[in-house]
């Protein structure tokens, strides 16, 4: 039950990536993006962008975390089987979070879910964790156009269900890390 979504989309062998055809670029197509962002550093980022009046892309939907260091490989796996086009983590500067290592454990699991997409024949491009300063309003900006770019390129995630697919996979990834905080 759980491989449907995978396989609905074709990606039942590990080298379907290398097998298939490429898709034709939609010229209509908004990816839907998430951002996991540490409440420190890329959620104040965002913050100074908008302060700063920056231009980046309103498909972009932030989920506040505490740090970087709380997000678990399945967030990232449900906001991508939730029908993101793509997720990425925003955390603090290398050597610079204030919970000392959860911004490298994060890129580790940013890591590994590459891995697991590329495995099951979905482009790893789609998941990425990016490293800011809550100064860098532009820096964040500049990222979120850049990664929605890469995104609108490699074309709609094959397991989105229909518009509004980021809503959804927000709420559930939202749901994911609320639940993660309450006590066992």
Same mark, same amino acid.
């Given at each position: 039950? =759980? ?13 379907? *990536? ?6 034709? /670029?939609?010229?209509? &197509? ?5 951002? &996991?962002?540490? %409440? ?7 913050? $100074? *962008?908008?302060?700063? +009046? ?16 709380? $997000? ?6 449900? =906001? ?9 983590? =925003? ?6 979070? %204030?919970? $000392?290592?959860?911004?490298?454990? /994060? ?30 309003? @532009?820096? &964040? /900006?500049?990222?979120? @156009?850049? &990664? ?10 094959? $397991? +989105? ?6 809503? *959804? /996979?927000? +709420? ?13």
């Amino acid at each position: 039950m =759980a491989d449907e979504p995978l396989a609905a989309a074709g990606a039942t062998q590990p080298d379907a *990536a290398a097998t298939a055809a490429p898709r034709p /670029a939609d010229p209509g &197509f908004e990816p839907e993006i998430i951002v &996991f962002a540490c %409440h420190y550093c890329a959620y104040a980022a965002a913050d $100074l *962008a908008g302060s700063m +009046r920056l231009e980046y892309p309103p498909t972009i939907r932030m989920i506040k975390l505490p740090c970087t260091g709380k $997000l678990e490989v399945i967030h990232l796996l449900r =906001a991508i089987e939730a029908g993101a086009d793509g997720v990425y983590a =925003a955390g603090c500067l290398e050597g610079e979070c %204030h919970y $000392l290592k959860g911004n490298l454990w /994060a890129r580790k699991r940013v890591e590994h879910v590459k891995g697991l997409l590329a495995e099951v024949g979905l482009e790893p491009e789609r998941v990425e964790m990016y490293n800011m300063s809550s100064a860098m309003g @532009t820096e &964040f /900006a500049r990222v979120a @156009t850049e &990664f929605t770019e890469r995104i609108r390129a490699l074309g709609p995630n094959p $397991l +989105r269900r229909g518009a509004g697919a980021a809503h *959804a /996979a927000a +709420r559930a990834a939202a749901a994911d890390v609320a639940l993660a905080d309450e006590p066992p």
